[in-house]
């Protein structure tokens, strides 16, 4: 039986990654609201400037 707040009915669990990679720009503002919210929520998060950080194609894939 599927719920309204769980319609595939997905098994909910509490757990959250240990880390995170938020690739972005600093100077982008939805990259930092979403920097942000993540860190009150709890997760351990690592941020990669693209544009700084230059990612080699074998990393993307």
Same mark, same amino acid.
């Given at each position: 039986?599927?719920? %309204?707040?769980?319609?595939?009915?997905?098994?909910?669990?509490? %757990?959250?990654?240990?880390?995170?990679?938020?690739?972005?720009?600093?100077?982008?503002?939805?990259?930092? %609201?979403?920097?942000?919210?993540?860190?009150? #929520?709890?997760?351990?998060?690592?941020?990669?400037?693209?544009? #700084?950080?230059?990612?080699?194609?074998?990393?993307?894939?």
């Amino acid at each position: 039986m599927t719920s %309204r707040n769980n319609p595939a009915n997905i098994p909910q669990t509490n %757990r959250k990654p240990k880390h995170m990679i938020l690739y972005g720009l600093p100077t982008c503002s939805d990259c930092n %609201r979403a920097r942000k919210d993540l860190a009150n #929520a709890g997760h351990d998060l690592a941020f990669c400037d693209v544009r #700084a950080d230059l990612i080699s194609e074998d990393k993307w894939l």
